[in-house]
């Protein structure tokens, strides 16, 4: 079955410190999303992302935040200044369209010092 | 938008027990998937299930659309069958949102 890849699988970064997090979605896919998890908590949406242009996006989904496509095929979510709060695991998302299975990478665990 | 509840939030079983785990939600839908977060945190997709019925091995899920809400079935369930169930729906649009799943724990 075809895969959402998501690197790096974790990373720890200082406070204040730039993040990006990267993801190759399935190749036919058109949507894209950002979702994130604060350990022991609820799976919260981010950001959705179709024809190279931010559809929707959470009142998480800050100045903080930025995504891009920057090539055709990765998917990369950007977190400019990383707070203590940003500790969580971030997982990447993609559907070929909006009636279809979303398929889940297998995450990013990122933790904040 | 559209909001999520699950029940049990909690539930202990041991193993070889059958379980039901509901998802209830609040607006019509046109994309409803149950997932497994293994003790790794990954999202393991178990079904997609606007509507009807599916079954594979031994869980199976009912969608009733128009009464809004869908249900798991984990029959002979096993230790690994423990983590964190979530029921996720999408609107017409590109909403899609959790519930705040049930966490299982299948007792040896």
């Known amino acids: 079955e075809p895969e959402v890849t998501q690197t790096p699988s974790h990373q720890v970064t200082q406070m204040g410190q730039e993040v990006i997090l990267r993801c190759v979605p399935i190749?036919?896919?058109?949507?894209f999303y950002w979702y994130r998890q604060i350990l022991g908590q609820k799976v919260e949406f981010l950001v959705s992302f179709y024809n190279n242009e931010i559809s929707e996006k959470s009142e998480i989904f800050d100045d903080q935040f930025s995504v891009e496509r920057p090539d055709g095929s990765n998917f990369t979510l950007k977190i400019r200044s990383t707070k203590l709060e940003d500790s969580a695991m971030y997982f990447c998302a993609s559907r070929v369209d909006t009636g279809n299975t979303i398929y889940f990478g297998e995450g990013s665990w990122l933790t904040v010092v | 938008g559209i909001q999520v509840e699950q029940s049990p939030p909690d539930l202990i079983l041991q193993e070889g027990a059958n379980s039901t785990l509901r998802c209830n939600f609040s607006?019509?839908?046109?994309?409803l998937q149950w997932f497994h977060q293994n003790p790794w945190g990954q999202l393991i997709n178990l079904f997609y299930?606007?509507?009807g019925t599916k079954q594979n091995g031994r869980l199976s899920a009912t969608t009733v659309a128009t009464e809004r809400y869908s249900l798991l079935y984990i029959s002979s369930s096993q230790t690994t069958d423990s983590g964190v169930y979530f029921c996720?729906?999408?609107?017409?649009?590109?909403?899609?949102?959790f519930g705040p799943g049930t966490r299982l724990s299948v007792l040896p």
């Open positions: 607006d019509s839908v046109n994309n």
């Open positions: 996720a729906v999408g609107d017409y649009g590109q909403n899609f949102v």
């Open positions: 299930i606007p509507s």
């Open positions: 190749s036919n896919h058109l949507y």
